[in-house]
């Protein structure tokens, strides 16, 4: 049973550039939230997808968007890339919207803005 | 705006002493996590705590919440090298499972 799967593991762009990183979630389940966990802190939530639509936001620019296609799997994009964006992006899945299901996170892809 | 606060951010242990993290959240939810951090790694899962009073143990590791005080606690006992480590406590805001994390506190057993 593969667990959450996210690519690339690393990535390295500059600033102004666009990024999409991508997410697989756990087999079952339906919901993915994003989280950025900058270097030194703890993770914080960028967006959750269920059924394809953007249920809840973080406090993320417009620049952060993502997508959930219908086989569950979530990119994350990010346009205008700044040196701030540099962090770990980590994937949670989860059955559902309510909380009684447990999210799953994945190995993270680390970005690097330069 | 639901906080998550932890302390102590920093923790330097001797081996096989006994030590406790505390995190703080201010407003009322239904559910509370533990992870642990290696570095450059994902979060592990160490504990889910649903209900007041819940208290759950594994191995050195034993975790209690208290919804009333909004207070959770991670006990650490007889410390040893494997357990160095970031543990993060993490409240779901609302039941979304939309997860406010604390600062994290870096634990580290010296030998």
């Known amino acids: 049973d593969a667990g959450v799967t996210q690519s690339p593991t690393h990535l390295i762009k500059t600033r102004g550039q666009q990024v999409t990183l991508r997410c697989s979630p756990k087999?079952?389940?339906?919901?993915v939230s994003w989280y950025q966990q900058a270097l030194g802190q703890g993770p914080q939530f960028i967006f959750q997808?269920?059924?394809?639509?953007?249920?809840q936001r973080g406090n993320f620019p417009d620049r952060f968007s993502g997508h959930q296609f219908p086989n569950y799997s979530s990119e994350l994009n990010v346009n205008a890339l700044l040196l701030g964006d540099s962090a770990l992006y980590l994937c949670a899945s989860s059955l559902g919207l309510a909380s009684f299901h447990e999210q799953y996170f994945g190995p993270g892809t680390r970005l690097t803005v330069t | 705006e639901l906080k998550v606060e932890q302390n102590p951010l920093f923790l330097s242990m001797q081996e096989g002493k006994n030590y406790t993290i505390y995190c703080n959240y201010s407003?009322?939810?239904?559910?509370l996590y533990w992870y642990r951090q290696d570095p450059g790694k994902s979060l592990e899962s160490l504990f889910v705590l649903l209900s007041n009073g819940a208290v759950k143990q594994e191995g050195r590791l034993m975790a209690s919440l208290d919804t009333k005080a909004r207070l959770s606690t991670l006990h650490i006992t007889a410390a040893v090298h494997d357990l160095s480590a970031t543990y993060f406590c993490a409240v779901d805001d609302r039941g979304g499972n939309k997860l406010v994390f604390g600062a994290g506190t870096i634990l580290r057993v010296k030998s």
């Open positions: 407003t009322t939810s239904d559910r």
């Open positions: 087999s079952g389940h339906d919901t």
């Open positions: 997808y269920y059924e394809e639509e953007e249920r």
